[in-house]
């Protein structure tokens, strides 16, 4: 089992330049997640998604963020523009549960913009 | 235990110690909690979880206690092995939420040999 897949490991972007961060779940697992993790802010739930559809979006910080999952093995996280505050570690997790329990997660893009 | 700000709070054990690392969580009426293991450069590995209907929870080498009455949480690990060495966060279900986590600021453990 190869776990949540994450592309690209690390990104080093312009301010004002498009990002998008990629994501396998693991075979069968029907909820995904997108957190973002800063020292400042810790671990952040920024989207959620069951069966391929987005369920709360609450957690995404602006409009120049988006997500979709076109189908239960692959989910992107778009940011455009890009600025310098959204450097973080972007994390995608999935589970079986339907839920929050036993979350997978992958290990991470580590996201510089300067 | 958990802090807000730049510093993560710090536990420094010998190996074969046993360490607890404690947490103190927001909502009252969260009924889920999970600790969870962040090696550097890794994403958050699931340890061990407990319902509010109990307070203790064991796992291989790894105890979850569970204080419902002070809203703590308290990860107990056995004979600290170097490979324990990691950032540990507690997470609560938001309010009784069957997806959302809120994940405590963590907890750097440190086992030196």
């Known amino acids: 089992d190869a776990g949540v897949i994450q592309s690209p490991r690390h990104e080093v972007t312009e301010m004002g330049q498009e990002v998008t961060l990629r994501c396998k779940p693991i075979s069968g697992h029907n909820s995904l997640f997108w957190y973002r993790q800063t020292m400042m802010r810790g671990l952040e739930l920024l989207i959620y998604f069951n069966n391929n559809v987005p369920i709360d979006d609450s957690g995404m910080p602006e409009d120049r963020f988006s997500a979709k999952m076109p189908n239960a093995s692959f989910s992107t996280l778009k940011i455009q523009p890009s600025e310098p505050r959204d450097s973080a570690v972007y994390f995608c997790?999935?589970?079986?549960?339907?839920?929050?329990?036993?979350?997978?997660f992958g290990s991470g893009t580590q996201l510089s913009v300067l | 235990g958990e802090s807000v700000g730049l510093h993560l709070p710090t536990l420094s054990v010998q190996e074969g110690d046993n360490s607890i690392i404690n947490c103190a969580y927001s909502?009252?009426?969260?009924?889920?909690f999970i600790w969870y293991k962040q090696e550097s450069g890794k994403g958050p590995q699931f340890i061990i979880d407990i319902r509010s209907n109990m307070d203790k929870r064991q796992g291989q080498r790894v105890t979850v206690l569970l204080n419902k009455t002070v809203k703590h949480l308290s990860l107990q690990i056995a004979a600290t092995q170097p490979g324990d060495s990691a950032v540990y966060f507690c997470?609560?279900?938001?309010?009784?939420?069957?997806?959302?986590?809120?994940f405590g600021k963590g907890t750097l453990l440190t086992v030196n040999p």
């Open positions: 909502n009252s009426a969260s009924d889920y």
């Open positions: 997470a609560e279900n938001s309010g009784g939420s069957n997806y959302k986590l809120t």
């Open positions: 997790a999935s589970t079986t549960t339907g839920g929050n329990e036993k979350l997978f």
